[in-house]
């Protein structure tokens, strides 16, 4: 605010602008730098910020887990089926790993057939639990 005067009285002058715009576009960038593309789910960047979190924020009454999961063979299916269809098979093992985990699960996309997730606040048998559900054959 500015002080000003409109002949002898002695006004506040004040400019607003709507950057509400403008915000959603910082939003929208942020959204681009810290989700995958082709799944929607958070990337490797993503990813390692909320492991470092996740690491700092830890106790030893409050133990994790971190799971590795990638496509067995998926090059296979680019190279017999194409890029697209490739695509198609990692969305749908995306939103298959979202089912099978806990609500408040962290899964991101590291790379390619490359995922990861973060289970806080549980102990080796659950991660075993979870772990294990993606070699059963018979998880629809």
């Known amino acids: ?3 000003a005067f409109i002949g002898n009285e002695k006004v506040l002058v004040s400019v607003i602008r709507d950057i ?3 915000k959603q576009v910082e939003e929208h960038l ?3 730098a810290t ?5 929607s789910i958070p990337n490797r960047y993503y990813l390692e910020d909320t492991l470092q979190e996740v690491i700092l924020e830890a106790t ?3 133990p994790g887990a971190l799971l590795f999961v990638d496509l067995d063979n998926f ?4 190279d017999t089926f194409g890029h697209a269809e490739g695509d198609k098979v ?8 979202k089912q099978m985990v806990r609500k408040g699960d962290f899964i991101a996309r590291l790379n390619g057939d490359e995922f990861a ?7 080796l048998n659950e991660a075993k639990v979870i772990a294990e559900r993606f070699f059963d054959r018979n998880t629809k």
Do not use: G, P
């Open 20 to 22: 509400s715009e403008r």
């Open 117 to 123: 997730i973060i289970m806080e606040d549980t102990n």
């Open 90 to 97: 990692l969305i749908l093992f995306a939103n298959k790993i």
């Open 60 to 62: 030893a009454a409050t």
């Open 1 to 3: 605010m500015q002080e």
């Open 75 to 78: 090059k296979v299916i680019n």
């Open 30 to 32: 942020q959204y681009l």
């Open 35 to 39: 989700h995958d593309y082709l799944t």
